[in-house]
């Protein structure tokens, strides 16, 4: 049964930085659109970045340009989400999702895989 799962979740203050990482069993994920959501509490769960299976092109919200980045790490089967200058309305559950179209841009509902989701909570 493929699984995929996010950590690198926790506590960090305004300003602060985490990196969150997804990994996957029984799942290569060299090859998939990997997607980034979140989900605050009361709010629905948005699309945060997305790096496409083909050429690994990256996309962001505008909410997040400039502060996060994604890449892959194709020998450690792991896709990262690296987020800097974090702000509290940063705070969600984020998860990372395996889609097997070549490209960003797919709704949520047809990626294929999901993980459980991480807790990041940006506070002072």
């Known amino acids: 049964q493929v699984q995929v799962v996010e950590s690198g979740g926790g506590l960090v203050q305004p300003g602060g930085s985490l990196r969150l990482s997804c990994t996957a069993s029984?799942?290569?994920?060299?090859?998939?659109?990997i997607g980034w959501f979140r989900q605050a509490p009361g709010k629905e769960r948005e699309a945060v970045s997305c790096?496409?299976?083909?050429?690994?092109?990256?996309y962001y919200a505008d909410s997040v340009k400039g502060r996060f980045t994604t890449s892959r790490d194709v020998a450690k089967n792991t896709v990262y989400l690296q987020m800097n200058s974090l702000k509290p309305e940063d705070t969600a559950v984020y998860y990372c999702?395996?889609?097997?179209?070549?490209?960003?841009?797919?709704?949520?509902?047809?990626?294929?895989?999901w993980g459980q989701g991480t807790q990041v909570t940006v506070s002072s």
């Open positions: 999702a395996a889609d097997s179209f070549f490209e960003c841009g797919s709704y949520q509902d047809e990626y294929d895989y």
């Open positions: 029984r799942l290569t994920l060299d090859g998939y659109t």
């Open positions: 790096i496409s299976g083909r050429a690994s092109d990256t």
